[in-house]
């Protein structure tokens, strides 16, 4: 449960700073009438969104297992994530809709040293929030904070192509700049929530965790075991569940053939950083059904 409040607190902080953020380019962009710098604060915006789904997605996740959840809740924080994603969707939708009706009906921002300063500020927060969060992440082993971490990623190069938007505008490129770097945004948008939906159905459709040869490396290190066959895991980086069939010595009694199996549960857990559970189905050897 300790890391479950290590992941609230950073998202937390990150909450704050994506706010201002937000409030900054927005409140700037519409000064100015920059299509691509209030595309990209509606982007920053949805980051604070992404932020609040995750709080409510950690607090789900830290339940305790109970009776009609036996496993835990911890699948409560890759839902979140793919909530994430479909709200990047929604996003993009709005800034492409935008971006029409500027290529329309174009509009020339006023450009100003205030719109820079404003840009690479934030541009640099981003760059601090995304290096923080995607750190804190892999440490705390977090799909809400990678996913979210991917999400900012994408805000560093939005914000870079609104920076080459007013510096384009700036040396009289026609407006008509504005609205196509703000396609682009939505492009960013939409590869970032791809990658959020790749990870997260990653783990829900129970993709393979572990290499399969690095489980039986282990398990034939194991005094004991003869051999080993259908080797399966799945699970998150924080909470791998791996099951396999184990060969033993035909006159080993049930005792003894156990205390292997715990061995070989023991070894698991310590050589792999997240495994929780380790299922062994035991066999008494025998060369001729021997599949390795």
């Not at 949805?46 to 789900?60: F, K, P, Q, R, T």
């Not at 924080?77 to 009706?101: C, D, H, N």
């Not at 997240?274 to 021997?290: A, F, L, R, S, W």
Request: charged letters at 20%; a negative charge.
């Amino acid at each position: 449960m300790n890391s479950f409040k290590k992941i609230k607190n950073v998202l937390i902080l990150i909450l704050f700073i994506n706010i201002a953020v937000a409030l900054a380019k927005l409140l700037y962009g519409l000064h100015i009438k920059s299509a691509s710098m209030v595309a990209d604060g509606f982007h920053s915006l949805s980051d604070s969104s992404g932020n609040i789904v995750g709080l409510v997605g950690i607090y789900l996740a830290s339940k305790p297992q109970d009776e009609e959840h036996p496993y835990g809740h911890k699948k409560f924080e890759t839902f979140s994530s793919i909530f994430i994603s479909v709200m990047l969707f929604v996003v993009s939708y709005t800034i492409l809709k935008e971006a029409y009706g500027r290529l329309l009906n174009p509009v020339e921002p006023k450009i100003t040293l205030d719109s820079f300063i404003i840009m690479i500020t934030t541009l640099l927060l981003n760059i601090f929030v995304f290096a923080y969060e995607y750190r804190q992440g892999v440490n705390l082993k977090s799909d809400i904070l990678v996913s979210d971490s991917l999400h900012t990623k994408s805000d560093i190069y939005v914000s870079v192509s609104v920076l080459i938007t007013l510096i384009a505008l700036k040396l009289g490129i026609p407006p008509y700049i504005d609205p196509l770097m703000s396609i682009a945004i939505s492009i960013f948008i939409v590869k970032a929530g791809i990658e959020i939906i790749k990870h997260s159905s990653d783990i829900l459709c129970d993709r393979i965790v572990i290499d399969s040869e690095k489980i039986r490396d282990i398990a034939l290190s194991v005094k004991g075991v003869l051999s080993c066959h259908q080797i399966r895991s799945r699970g998150r980086e924080d909470d791998i569940n791996i099951d396999m069939h184990i060969m033993v010595d035909p006159s080993e009694n049930i005792k003894d053939a156990h205390y292997i199996a715990d061995q070989l549960e023991e070894k698991l857990k310590k050589e792999i950083p997240g495994v929780t559970e380790v299922i062994v189905h035991i066999e008494p050897y025998d060369k001729n059904e021997v599949t390795e």
